[in-house]
């Protein structure tokens, strides 16, 4: 990957963890201004080599329904992650209905790209409604591959 197109990939996904907690409480989790956080994911020339910090990254997704900026790097390097053992406490039903959750998503991600598509274009903010859809479904198949590596353990 082109080193501006990975420096655009982290700022939308440093976006969306920001976005995930809300700028208030990302401010207050991290000890940084609300500004500063907003100079980290600007697509502005001038803070294009403004990366969040990984201590700031780490206190956020604490607070995170989602670690975004860590799976976007895992996704850079060609690494898959999965949820630790605390995460496994929170799952409720199987295989199957994760499967029925997983095309649900699928159903969602294929409508939202439909009516993102009627005039021939995407725009930013049906990009990152197409982006929630997708990691959402993320979170599903994590889901699904925890339930099948209990069946076999």
Known sequence: MEPSAMGNYLKKHTEALVKDVGIEAAAGLSGKSKATL???YSADAEHSDRYM???VVAAIEAAASFP???VALADLRGVTLSYG???RNTRNGGVNSDVVALSQR???LMAEYNQSIEDGRISINEAKRLLAETVAMQRVLLDIKLHLEEEIA
């Open 38 to 40: 907003g100079r980290y």
């Open 68 to 70: 975004h900026v860590t």
């Open 85 to 87: 053992e605390s995460r």
């Open 53 to 55: 910090p990984i201590d």
């Open 106 to 108: 699928f159903a969602m």
